[in-house]
């Protein structure tokens, strides 16, 4: 049998399967970050963007007091879910990334996967950093994760990937179905075909994603004196491996830190 879903994230767990892989490697990263960076222990995390819950989960797991924010109902919901099975008191969230408050300041933030492309304003990505800032205990580290374009990328691409998991098997395509340099704008077409032992699963969704070369997400971080650049890395999450912000950068994870000051440091730029 054939079904069909509205979109990716209307089937979170199958979404977050696909990224799967990525869980203990990013998480890893996160403790090493917070070892070498933070002022003081890490115990309170906020996630941004949490999807199907894959990385809520494994920081509450690993005795981190959580709290996430994702803007689709279905996430949170299947999330929620998710840690209440394994008696996780994790706090969940329904809410826009660009326009929150938390009650309580926490000792570090991230947002991971491309997700901080889906503000596709300059304005609404500086509200999200000041909103980042503000959630953030003075000294308190944001992990931000994207890919960069450099200037000689090519445009039009497509990435495909199978993870499977007992008899699931998920095939991820990743398309670029149009592009503008000038409009800083790509739109990219999610696809998922689940195969399951009983029925198939197909789902599409189109995103309309902000284009960062290294010097247009510098500008931006200019613009918000709240946060000072500390690290550069690429998704192989090596903490020994820190990288210069220059045109070369691709696959791209920053450590910021909330700054005490207004004083601002950019030593990481190009080499």
């Given amino acids: 049998?054939?079904?069909?879903?509205?979109?990716?994230?209307?089937?979170?767990?199958?979404?977050?399967?696909?990224?799967?892989?990525?869980?203990?490697?990013?998480?890893?990263?996160?403790?090493?970050?917070?070892?070498?960076?933070?002022?003081?222990?890490?115990?309170s995390i906020l996630e941004l963007g949490c999807g199907g819950g894959r990385q809520t989960l494994e920081m509450s797991q690993r005795g981190y007091a959580v709290t996430a924010i994702d803007l689709n109902p279905s996430c949170v919901k299947w999330t929620q879910r998710r840690l209440q099975r394994r008696q996780l008191s994790t706090s969940v969230l329904c809410g826009d990334m660009a326009d929150f408050s938390l009650a309580k300041s926490a000792d570090m933030a991230h947002c991971l996967v491309n997700t901080f492309r889906h503000l596709t304003s300059e304005q609404t990505a500086r509200k999200h950093l000041q909103c980042v800032a503000a959630a953030l205990k003075p000294g308190g580290l944001y992990v931000l994760g994207f890919h960069l374009l450099p200037p000689d990328a090519a445009e039009i691409d497509c990435e495909r990937w199978t993870i499977c998991k007992g008899t699931t098997r998920v095939t991820t395509t990743v398309r670029v179905l149009n592009f503008s340099r000038r409009s800083r704008i790509e739109t990219v077409r999610f696809?998922?075909?689940?195969?399951?032992?009983?029925?198939?699963?197909?789902?599409?969704?189109?995103?309309?994603?902000?284009?960062?070369?290294?010097?247009?997400?510098?500008?931006?971080?200019?613009?918000?004196?709240?946060?000072?650049?500390?690290?550069?890395?690429?998704?192989?999450?090596?903490?020994?491996?820190?990288?210069?912000?220059?045109?070369?950068?691709?696959?791209?994870?920053?450590?910021?830190?909330?700054s005490t000051s207004a004083r601002r440091r950019f030593d990481l730029e190009t080499a």
Avoid at 13 to 18: C, E, I, N, S, V
Avoid at 22 to 35: G, K, M, V, Y
Avoid at 230 to 250: A, K, R
């Fill in 191 to 258: 696809s998922l075909k689940v195969t399951t032992s009983r029925r198939i699963i197909r789902t599409s969704t189109d995103h309309r994603l902000r284009i960062y070369r290294a010097d247009q997400f510098r500008g931006l971080l200019r613009t918000v004196p709240e946060f000072e650049l500390i690290g550069v890395y690429d998704f192989c999450y090596d903490l020994s491996e820190s990288l210069p912000l220059n045109d070369i950068l691709g696959d791209a994870v920053f450590v910021l830190r909330r």
């Fill in 1 to 43: 049998m054939t079904s069909s879903a509205r979109a990716c994230y209307d089937v979170p767990g199958y979404w977050d399967l696909a990224f799967s892989d990525e869980t203990i490697p990013e998480a890893d990263f996160l403790e090493a970050a917070a070892a070498e960076f933070s002022p003081r222990p890490v115990k």
